[in-house]
């Protein structure tokens, strides 16, 4: 069935320092990948998305890249800040209306 | 702003019981989910709707029904509550019936079935 691999599923770095966290998912016919964060006792939001015709967006500190021959994606997020620790959920969308998440990563940030 | 508001921030059941989680959002939107969160897990989808009165099942039905007879509100049903289905239940909504929306979460119901 439809799934997608997160890794790791556990990520300390040091405050300053870049974190990159990536996917794979099954289902090439997906156009739609975004990433949640959910920090610690609050509801997961969502940070940033890609769509299948772009290879790279940035935002802010904040980028995804998406590699659709290896049906690969990844959050990368530099300068990283304590208020950057929190749970990160990859998803992708398969067919209508059905987002799969990842199993999510857990970003600490040590100051 | 969207708000997506569940009834209870924590439930305590006992085995056996019929529990209700409720589920209003407020900006007429069509889609709404109902997630459970387990560690390590990630989020799995129970159940969603596209429409009044349509519901569709997702990866882990069994266990569950839902309810959707207003626009605004999306129920999840534990017909018997058993202590496998003790976790955190996420209700989501999204504007258009298209996959490319932003899904808006409530705070969740951390339910313990006892």
């Known amino acids: 069935g439809e799934n997608v691999e997160q890794h790791p599923s556990t990520l300390s770095v040091q405050e300053g320092d870049s974190a990159v966290i990536k996917c794979t998912y099954s289902?090439?016919?997906?156009?739609?990948f975004p990433w949640y964060k959910q920090e610690l006792g609050k509801r997961p939001q969502l940070i940033i998305d890609?769509?299948?015709?772009?290879g790279e967006k940035k935002d802010q500190r904040i980028a995804v890249t998406l590699n659709k021959t290896a049906k690969h994606f990844s959050l990368h997020i530099t300068e990283t800040q304590p208020e950057d620790s929190a749970v990160y959920f990859c998803?992708?969308?398969?067919?209508?209306?059905?987002?799969?998440f990842g199993t999510g990563t857990r970003l600490k940030v040590l100051a | 702003d969207v708000k997506v508001t569940q009834s209870s921030r924590y439930l305590v059941k006992r085995t056996g019981e019929k529990v209700f989680l409720e589920c209003v959002q407020d900006?007429?939107?069509?889609?709404m989910f109902w997630y459970r969160q387990d560690p390590g897990l990630g989020l799995r989808l129970i159940y969603f709707s596209y429409d009044v009165k349509m519901k569709e099942k997702g990866d882990i039905p069994e266990g569950y029904s839902v309810s959707r007879e207003k626009k605004e509100r999306f129920s999840l049903i534990l017909e018997s509550a058993s202590t496998n289905q003790t976790s955190m239940y996420l209700c989501?909504?999204?504007?258009?019936?298209?996959?490319?929306?932003?899904?808006?979460f409530g705070s969740g119901t951390q339910l313990s079935v006892l």
């Open positions: 998803a992708f969308t398969s067919g209508t209306y059905k987002y799969i």
């Open positions: 289902d090439s016919a997906s156009n739609y």
């Open positions: 900006m007429d939107h069509e889609n």
């Open positions: 890609i769509r299948s015709n772009v």
């Open positions: 989501a909504s999204s504007l258009f019936p298209s996959v490319d929306e932003k899904l808006f």
